[in-house]
């Protein structure tokens, strides 16, 4: 379910638990060690608030902090749960973590790519337009291939059971079903709007941008990738948005194939407790919702 200028629920996976966004407010449910189910729920501030979450294009830089600043600190706050610590991550540390986080997805899918392309065209004699194709899918298969290696890991493999969860909820509510593990456990694992669709969205858009870029040194072909990264996110993030409007439409399903098949890859099925977590994040963010539009 969508507004008109951003889509109304979404949310990630945590440590043993799930963190569901709305509009104005965000929660997050965890299973404590004691097998309690612990809620943090806070109204959402700052960039959500502000003018760029409404304009196309340059919104999909909302979705970039969604995946980094708040998935990080809901990460953050899960781990704290489970360490019984109560620490928060904010201000400069939050950033900082950031940052660092920020700094290795660009170096490692976007200008370790590049360098390689560059490389195919010095040694290989490669015309840049071909460089530029192998650049893009040479960051096709480092995204598939860490998401593959890294879902390998027991600990991250329970981080995508609750992944699962989290779409299978958000599925349900869309469907206008009553949120029960029952009912939940009935719904797909996939989801047009999730943040894996949206990482490969921007991986193929990017070997498409870079393709006519035509040939570059090396300094000034990092710098394009780096540059033009803003603009990447806000192409991805309007077509994820049109596509999730236009889903039940058959030739959008088609072309939505490729994300929602990649999602395999990041999701598990969910135990019923599971389910129950994610139930409760979800129904503690519309709550915090309907309380701020008192």
Sequence with gaps: ???????????????????????????????????????????????????????????????????????????????????????????????????????????????????????????????????????????????VGYIYMVGRIPDIQRVFAYHGAEHKTINAFEDGVELNPENVSKYSLQHPRCGTAFLLTLVLVSIIVFALLGPLSLPLRLASRLILLPLLAGLAYEYIRWTANKINLPFVRLLVWPNLALQQLTTREPTKEMLEVSIAAFNAMHAGEKRINL
Aim: proline residues 3%; glycine residues 12%.
């Design 1 to 143: 379910m969508e507004s008109s200028n951003f889509p109304t629920y979404g949310g990630q996976a945590v440590i043993e638990g799930v963190m569901m966004r709305g509009r104005k407010s965000f929660a997050i449910a965890m299973r404590a060690p004691d097998n309690n189910i612990v809620i943090h729920e806070e109204p959402l501030g700052g960039i959500y608030k502000s003018r760029i979450a409404k304009i196309p294009f340059l919104r999909g830089l909302v979705m970039l902090w969604d995946a980094m600043g708040l998935g990080i600190r809901a990460l953050t706050i899960s781990a704290n749960i489970q360490n019984n610590e109560d620490e928060k991550l904010e201000g400069g540390t939050l950033l900082g973590t950031v940052l660092v986080a920020l700094v290795f997805a660009i170096g490692l899918f976007f200008m370790l790519p590049a360098a390689v392309g560059q490389l195919t065209e010095v040694y290989l004699s490669w015309s840049a337009w071909w460089g530029n194709i192998f650049e893009g899918f040479t960051r096709l298969l480092i995204v």
